[in-house]
């Protein structure tokens, strides 16, 4: 494809394994880009929590960023341009097209609710992966993008870059979906796993957080409340329902949860953290259980890091996407799907 | 969205179990097709093999055809236009812009190809779940398409309704895929699973007939090559190979093979007619095998009439898709978000 090529700015908010990972992937899909969609892109800030924060309308040297960075890098020498105190004027200050909001998962949804509010009411579009602001402020941040006429696209904060919200959007027209259920949180699944084969709770745990997998703070995966606000997410998006992450029950997976996990073992059955979602008399139920399944349910067979999400719709009867073994890289292709959705 | 509504024709070739079933979906969305499409749509023609052919530019009578339908139906006395002698007449005079090309599968891929190169060449779009064609004439009838300014499309051709090639066009961007390997025909994977229960061959295959499942010719699943027309179209649609139906090693499933089945499940273990394409050194490999696999292997989960297939990406690591159960509604879904794609 021929055409002029134009010029695309970037901003992001947070910067971490998976921005980094999306950085990396930019940077490898650049002639791809210019190509197929003919854009140039240059990233004009990066804004972080513990690292500094950099603004330079002639682009960072994210190549020379990523290639020097250290557990305590910060970017701050890199800024060039008018002072900047706080990430809202980062956002004013920014002269991004598009903020990418990575910054980590909190339940309230703030202050990610106040950045992404900011940005799309200053007329940037939003992309994130951050699951907090898009489950606790859905309604009011997709209605703010409607209104300002930009997009606020969230791909990445359900089974990371795995279509699900572009599958039933762009591939599965006229459809409704009836229930669903799946396995949304990969740190306790892969304890969970783990523990059948008789690898200690903490071990398990560990390689996840190794993996980059695992939350900042691994409460958040082990008490169910990463895949109650997925769950949150898929309802409020997928079903149109209000079902936010505090009106999902959920179960706790704990050390002692490897005895339920060995006792289901010897009864020739799996344990697994199950998100699910019903309906019921005009409104969406959301459930986050600990359920023992029959080896042959297609749950049981997910194991690791592996996610899977199975649909029950009116055209399709039943489908399952499955994402197996992601890193941070299947994170950062759900940023970089959605920025193709809005190249389009 | 209002829109003013614009009118747009469609012909349909061959009208048993999956054109039916997507004259019923095309009724019972009209209202959606207009409120979200603004389109109004008629079907001016219907050419059948052995029911008869009618032609009226005004539109025929689908939802009467339908409620009358029987084993000897004959759609004759609906015509209304000049003669039409020949499917080549048809397509010249049934005044559609979108052919649904729906006549049963034939390993030369004629007459299908020749009707849908006869339709591309007179400025329609063709949409088909007709493997045959797609298989054997792929790059003719892509390269026609182009060549005229008009889609052809074919996603009912691999498992059904789920989106396989839409999931990869519209979901998956700058994705390469290294190999695949799935469970792609019904009716075999019926049989062998069924067997595995202790259920004959023939009771077995008989169900897949009646469900409208089976081919009309069950020897072209049974010898492997529904499974084998299936991944060529995979391969040359998603992996850039030349592979031909006839260029896939196939196994076959017989009477006999209950046997083997009984055999692997006393090693807890699992047969699957398993449909696989990998790179090597340049070229792709097809191969439609019966495997022995073990239990928690993601095929060794997939019963009944359910289908999986697994893509391993350059982006994604591996993703699958499973479908569960489908009928011949999920058939003419697949036709169904063709034209969606069409009308976008």
């Known amino acids: 494809m021929e055409q002029e090529s134009r010029q695309i700015n970037f901003a992001f908010i947070g910067f971490g394994h998976v921005g980094r990972a999306f950085a990396r992937l930019l940077i ?9 969609y003919g854009i140039e892109w240059k990233v004009t800030g990066i804004a972080t929590k513990s690292h500094g924060t950099a603004i330079d309308s002639q682009g960072l040297p994210v ?8 557990r305590h890098s910060n970017i701050d020498n890199f800024h060039n341009g008018p002072a900047c105190s706080s990430p809202t004027d980062f956002i004013r200050q920014c002269g991004a097209d598009v903020l990418f909001e990575m910054s980590v998962l909190d ?3 703030e202050p990610a609710a106040t950045y992404i509010r900011e940005a799309l009411g200053a007329g940037l579009h939003v992309i994130t992966t951050n699951k907090g602001p898009v489950a606790t ?11 300002r006429g930009v997009r606020f696209l969230y791909e990445g904060t359900v089974m990371d870059g795995a279509p699900v919200f572009n599958m039933l959007r762009q591939t599965l027209p006229a ?13 306790t699944n892969h304890i969970l796993t783990q523990m059948e084969q008789g690898t200690p709770f903490e071990a ?4 996840a957080r190794d993996a980059g997998i695992a939350e900042a703070d691994p409460s958040l995966d082990l008490d169910g409340w990463d895949s109650a606000a997925k769950l949150s997410i898929l309802i409020q998006a997928m079903m149109g329902g209000r079902v936010k992450p505090k009106d999902i029950e959920r179960s706790s997976i704990t050390e002692e949860t490897g005895r339920i996990v060995r006792a289901a073992i010897r009864r020739e059955r799996r344990l697994r953290l199950v998100a699910r979602a019903y309906r019921q008399g005009g409104r969406v139920i959301g459930k986050v259980e600990l359920q023992e399944l029959e080896v042959f349910d297609p749950l049981a067979a997910i194991r690791g890091l592996s996610n899977i999400l199975i649909i029950n719709t009116d055209t399709m009867r039943e489908l399952a996407i499955v994402e197996n073994n992601p890193s941070v890289d299947q994170t950062a292709f759900g940023l970089f799907s959605d920025l193709i959705s809005l190249l389009r």
């Not at 490898?28 to 197929?36: G, Q, S, V």
């Not at 409704?176 to 949304?184: A, K």
């Not at 398990?204 to 390689?207: C, E, K, Q, R, W």
Request: avoid cysteine; charge should be positive.
């Open 28 to 36: 490898d899909r650049r002639k791809w880009l210019l190509k197929e």
């Open 63 to 70: 190549k020379k960023i990523l290639s020097s960075w250290k």
């Open 107 to 109: 339940l309230s949804g």
């Open 137 to 147: 402020h859905f309604r009011q941040l997709t209605g703010l993008a409607r209104l």
């Open 175 to 187: 459809t409704r979906i009836r229930s669903l259920r799946g396995i949304l949180n990969s740190t």
């Open 204 to 207: 398990a745990l560990d390689y």
